[in-house]
């Protein structure tokens, strides 16, 4: 039996996120959620800009809330853009833990946003420019990683050009760093944006991006093109079931969901 259509488009978009994906030891970058009703990941309802910045210690076990803002300028939908894979232990993530997202835990360790080329992509948050098109973060054609003062870094992906910053270049939140791009270079079979947020500066740690950014995820996700799921552990099955609530992650360490017994 062939795969159906959205099987075959999340295996595209991983492919192209982690083709680049470093050795287990190293720091690594790269991109569905369950349409039931998904809880508020701690985020007040139609709340759109950030709150004021809460400081973290890198490789602290607590994440600040709501401290970022969504990396577009323009509001969820067809004609703009969409949430198309999120953060966490999904399901298509759990399916390929071992063959794509082992450097992850086994987890999918960014948001992918669908978005036509040439979107414009702002900073989520103020900070400081850490690389421009490193190529050992992977993520091609282009990329940027901007570390934060409150001990966060994030990571924009799949840039259509070079970004519009360079290392150790001053930004603002909101300000215009780069445009959406595709990974196969044709603007045609898959263009997207692919956003994480890791600790700083080492950038050995991946978090759920969604509890972070300061955004109406229950309307987002309603708008977004595919179911979101997330798979479930036999044992546990109530554990990492909803969008916000996933766990974090360390680039290199063992899986996380190497479950005995999973649905589905």
């Known amino acids: 039996m062939g795969r159906s259509p959205v099987l075959a488009l999340l295996i595209a978009l991983a492919t192209g996120v982690l083709a680049a994906a470093p050795p287990p030891t190293a720091s690594a970058g790269r991109g569905a959620v369950d349409i039931a009703p998904t809880p508020s990941p701690g985020i007040p309802r139609g709340q759109s800009t950030p709150s004021p910045a809460a400081s973290i210690e ?29 953060y966490g232990n999904t399901i298509f993530a759990y399916q390929y833990r071992s063959a794509i997202y082992h450097a992850g835990q086994g987890l999918h360790f960014g948001v992918d946003f669908a978005a036509r080329c040439g979107t414009e992509v702002v900073a989520i948050g103020d900070g400081t420019v850490s690389s421009a098109d490193n190529p050992y973060h992977g993520a091609g054609p282009h990329n940027l990683m901007i570390n934060h003062p409150n001990g966060m870094a994030s990571f924009y992906g799949h840039l259509l ?75 546990d099955p109530r554990r990492w079931q909803f969008a916000g609530e996933q766990p974090e992650i360390i680039f290199g360490q063992p899986l996380l969901n190497a479950y005995d017994a999973a649905w589905p």
């Open 161 to 235: 050009s070079a970004p519009f910053v360079h290392a150790g270049e001053e930004v603002v939140a909101g300000q215009l760093v780069g445009l959406t791009g595709d990974p196969d270079l044709t603007c045609t079979s898959r263009p997207h944006l692919h956003l994480e947020i890791r600790d700083a500066p080492a950038h050995r740690r991946g978090y759920d991006p969604l509890p972070m950014i300061a955004a109406d995820w229950d309307r987002i996700t309603l708008a977004g093109g595919l179911p979101i799921s997330f798979e479930q552990d036999l044992a």
């Open 58 to 86: 890198p490789g602290a076990t607590t994440t600040p809330r709501g401290v970022f803002r969504l990396p577009f300028t323009t509001a969820p939908g067809p004609d703009t853009w969409l949430l198309l894979q999120p």
